[in-house]
């Protein structure tokens, strides 16, 4: 019921929008317009008041389009300083321009230009990143990992969601962050929250509590960020996946659970999902050794450096392994279940270009949700 009220108001703001947009640019010109014959007229206190009227009007519909492009440019670096619509105009431009895939080169060194070849190579790309390989046997990994979990941690985890999460969640996260399928940003359900929240909380608890189905909000847009300056083959994007609101409110309440556990399960050496650490440790720390390294000038025995090949270890990540894991650290197979559904239920589509192209389903990938 609340995916199909988000989708018949997502086709009534796109007409509102597009129908705006043009009325707007039209009341722009008709103001500039009027202003300008206003100021040719001999001044008189009639012909002031309009003059300031006509001036407020005006200045009125250049802060809206300043804030329509301002938001278009996405400058989130931008909080403080004089507002400029010029500026933002351009940002917005330059920075679809620099997006923009016009070719890509194959493997085989074939070039392809042509949008639909475009779309489909890069969907065959991701479907067989994202297909599993089977995983291999992983006993042998298991076997020294120990119970971490406790049934009274277990029972804190499988204990009812409320309200106050959801609504945690929500305010958790980045209001103007790039919307995912449904085009719906955080912004509107906290802006919102008093007309919508009823329907979002029953939803979202549906699913964590009643163990309601997730596909249908499950779906994600996978967007192409350049690593290099104009890049032509696809290994030099980064995907970013731009999930569903409610989507990221049901993980977010997931996440924000375990990680009141999460500590006993990772040792405090890691640098990542700790809290306290950062993953820059772990740059530093590379960096001090390299240093050492290069200091030793005396003695029989060198050192050797090994680099490995991890660029996509979360798009790699096999959900067997995920799950057995879990288990086998002693989470209880609901939580775990619920881990999964959340995990294993995604559909992907890519965004090339402003085009959204046709959905397929992976086996394996760890999803990086932007919040």
Not at 347 to 369: E, L
Request: hydrophobic letters at 40%.
């Amino acid at each position: 019921m609340l995916i199909e009220k988000l989708e018949r108001l997502q086709a009534q703001l796109k007409k509102w929008a597009y129908l705006n947009r043009r009325k707007k640019e039209g009341l722009k010109k008709r103001l500039i317009k009027e202003l300008e014959t206003l100021l040719e007229e001999e001044r008189d206190n009639e012909t002031l008041a309009r003059i300031i009227d006509t001036k407020i009007h005006l200045n009125m519909e250049i802060e809206r389009d300043e804030m329509y492009w301002e938001q278009r440019a996405r400058a989130n670096w931008l909080q403080l300083g004089d507002k400029n619509s010029t500026f933002f105009y351009k940002y917005a431009s330059a920075h679809r321009r620099a997006n923009l895939i016009s070719k890509l080169i194959l493997d085989d060194g074939r070039e392809i230009t042509k949008a639909l070849d475009i779309d489909e190579t890069a969907i065959l790309f991701f479907q067989q990143l994202f297909t599993t390989n089977g995983g291999g046997d992983a006993s042998h990994l298991l076997i020294n990992i120990d119970v971490r979990i406790s049934t009274v941690v277990n029972e804190g985890l499988l204990s009812p969601f409320k309200e106050e999460g959801i609504r945690a969640a929500l305010n958790g996260m980045g209001p103007t962050k790039a919307p995912g399928p449904d085009g719906f940003p955080a912004l509107f359900f906290q802006r919102y929250w008093h007309i919508v929240r009823k329907d979002v909380v029953d939803h979202c608890l549906g699913i964590l509590n009643d163990n309601k189905e997730v596909e249908s909000i499950n779906k994600t847009n996978i967007v192409l960020i350049p690593k290099a300056p104009k890049p032509t083959k696809l290994v030099n994007f980064r995907p970013i996946s731009l999930c569903t609101v409610l989507y990221k409110i049901v993980a977010k309440v997931v996440v924000n659970r375990l990680q009141e556990v999460i500590g006993s399960c990772i040792k405090k050496v890691q640098s990542t999902f700790v809290s306290g650490s950062l993953i820059t440790d772990n740059m530093l720390l590379a960096y001090e050794i390299l240093h050492t390294y290069r200091r030793k000038c005396t003695g029989k025995k060198g050192y050797m450096m090994v680099k490995l090949d991890i660029s996509k270890a979360y798009d790699r990540v096999e959900w067997n392994f995920i799950q057995v894991v879990m288990l086998k650290l002693g989470f209880a197979r609901e939580w775990v279940g619920l881990i999964m559904k959340c995990i294993s239920t995604v559909s992907y589509a890519v965004n090339i270009n402003g085009r959204r192209s046709r959905g397929f389903q992976p086996t394996r990938v760890f999803v990086r949700v932007i919040l």
